[in-house]
């Protein structure tokens, strides 16, 4: 928050100045739309976690949706407990091990299953992963931004060997 209080100036006639990053990247994690998607136990707790106990509309999270076309965030990119993060304690070809062989992760939750204080701090998180980026290289340009900065890293090949190596 501290840092967020140094990229707002505010001059004594009421302007504030401030970076179009900043508002861009405020906008997009006050407003993080979950979802509506859960397949067992963990899934009790995120219901609790929007609830009035533990309130996620504090954190603009609260919408959830029932379309991946109308959401934010698949709370499976926070990757919420065992199962999601590792496949849990079904170590069997039937359960995937790790959703993150099928889509990229940004935050693990561990536990089995969390608390929804964990969810609120990894969606907490996220908001602070949100805020390092810089939209505008993508908008206007500015910086030298690769496919590879975009996507991590190179695409591998047939062979499963790296094609830009
Ligand atoms: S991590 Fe644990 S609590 Fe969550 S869905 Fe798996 S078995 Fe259930």
Sequence with gaps: MAKEREEIVESSSGIITTTVDFVFNWSRKSALWPMTFGLACC???MMATGASRFDIDRFGAGVFLPSPRQSDLMIWCIAMGACASTGGPFPTYSTLQGIDRVVPVDVY???CPPRPEALLYGIMRLQDKIMQEHPT?????????????VE????PDEAGENAAA
């Excluded at 290289?137 to 900065?149: K, N, P, T």
């Excluded at 991590?152 to 695409?155: D, E, N, Q, R």
Aim: charged letters at 20%.
């Design 43 to 45: 899934a009790i707790e």
């Design 109 to 111: 939750i561990p536990g």
């Design 137 to 149: 290289r993508f908008m206007f340009g500015r910086g030298s931004v690769s496919q590879e900065d």
């Design 152 to 155: 991590g890293s190179a695409v």
